[in-house]
């Protein structure tokens, strides 16, 4: 109203006129600025003048009028001034509860409850008034990992995320200790979860909070950049596998799988030619033929799997040529997948084929002399043992890479729930 009357002021003092008018503008803009109106960046929160027992009594008026808001502020403010008096605390943590700031109501009083000096009458109250606000809150549990050589003292801070200004609320601090999962009680909403401390760069994950649910935050303090006395910035040196052992890890995955894919070439040609030589059988030895047509094919598909193994360690071999190790970690992840379902799909193909083979080489039921150049049914246990070698070969090369690379990078991983609205999951976190 106050902008709409200034303007109303400034058209009766210049009036719009021909080749006047195209001046209003910059000219009213002129009047609304001043030199002696500071930037937003230079203006700073008010100190505070009162004395303690104006401040007091403002603030308990506040409550008493519900104006809880203001009331919790005022002894805020008071117990911040005034830590020995802890009443201040135990009022603030009424007054949040009564503005449904249940989660500053229930850290205030925790803290209120943990001060030695209070009477039984003091406890029975505060206990009461904490029973109150607990049910009202949801837990989320929060841990916090970090890199090595940084202070122990962690704090987590919980900001809640007002929807507008009338709803902002101060921060929650929580001291932490790396590794141990905390679990902080907050209202439902939005949250921004925040861990810090001295020598880290501060890490923060936004969550939502749900009534009636359970949340989970996992955060990772890494090592803050440390400023030379003359001034630059040096930056930690960056952490990597030693080359000379990614070399080694090279040739050596890549040699042991290419000698195991050459053994099991070569087994695989002799089992081959153990089947082989079975065409030669007739039905009148039954018995005898099927049991080389077995032995041929068992040696025939370990060398198939052996195959398959020297397949997946030359290409755990070949994702270390990649110096990036966000890169090898992407490779190692896809590798242990494909390994996975190679391992599961080769195993069912290998036991169902070996039914279908068992039933169909069984010495009673065979008839015809030209059998067994003609019907073995074994395609599918060969290459179930392919994907069965393969998958094993592929898992370990992973393994291996992941167990190295986190060793010299001085990493850990971690596997966390995830829970908000209309989602659900598991969270991998961490760095290779």
């Known amino acids: ?252 995955f890549g040699i042991t799988g290419g000698l195991a894919a050459v053994t099991g070439i070569a087994v695989l040609a002799v089992g081959a030619g153990k089947v082989k030589d079975t065409t030669t059988c007739t039905t009148k030895d039954k018995v005898s033929c099927t049991q080389d047509l077995r032995d041929g094919i068992r040696v025939r598909d370990l060398g198939v799997m052996a195959l398959g193994g020297g397949v997946g360690l030359v290409t755990g071999g070949l994702t270390w040529l990649a110096r990036d190790p966000r890169k090898r970690r992407t490779a190692w992840i896809a590798e242990m997948a494909v390994g996975g379902a190679a391992l599961v799909g080769g195993g069912i193909l290998t036991t169902l084929s070996a039914g279908a083979f068992n039933a169909a080489n069984d010495a009673g039921k065979i008839n015809t002399d030209n059998y067994f150049s003609e019907h073995k049914h074994s395609v599918g246990h060969a290459l179930g043992g392919f994907l069965f070698g393969m998958g094993a070969g592929l898992i370990t090369s992973a393994a291996t890479g992941f167990a190295v690379q986190k060793k010299h990078l001085g990493e850990t991983l971690r596997l966390d729930a995830m829970a908000g609205r209309g989602q659900a999951g598991l969270m991998l976190s961490g760095r290779f």
């Open 1 to 252: 109203m106050k902008l709409v009357c200034v303007m109303t002021a400034l058209l009766l003092v210049f009036p719009a006129t021909g080749a006047a008018s195209p001046a209003l503008p910059g000219r009213a803009a002129a009047l609304f600025q001043s030199a002696e109106s500071p930037a937003r960046e230079s203006r700073t929160p008010a100190v505070v003048i009162g004395s303690k027992e104006e401040r007091a009594a403002k603030a308990a008026a506040n409550y008493a009028q519900n104006r809880s808001v203001e009331a919790a502020l005022g002894f805020e403010g008071l117990w911040k001034d005034y830590p020995a008096d802890v009443d201040y605390l135990f009022n603030a943590a009424a007054s949040r509860y009564a503005a449904s700031h249940n989660a500053h109501a229930v850290a205030y009083t925790r803290e209120y409850l943990a001060q030695p000096q209070l009477t039984a009458e003091d406890r029975k109250e505060a206990e009461a008034q904490l029973r109150e606000a607990l049910p009202q809150v949801s837990p989320v549990a929060v841990t916090v990992t970090t890199a090595a050589g940084g202070s122990a003292a962690i704090t987590v801070v919980a900001q809640h995320m007002a929807r507008e200004s009338g709803d902002l609320r101060p921060e929650l601090l929580f001291p932490a200790m790396a590794g141990s999962a905390m679990e902080l009680q907050l209202d439902p909403g939005i949250w921004t979860i925040r861990a810090q401390g001295s020598g880290y760069i501060a890490s923060e994950q936004r969550v939502e909070v749900i009534k009636g649910g359970k949340g989970a935050v996992a955060l990772r303090l890494e090592i803050a950049p440390v400023e030379s006395p003359t001034g630059p910035v040096v930056l930690p040196p960056p952490r990597e596998v030693p080359p000379k052992l990614v070399r080694r890890l090279e040739l050596g």
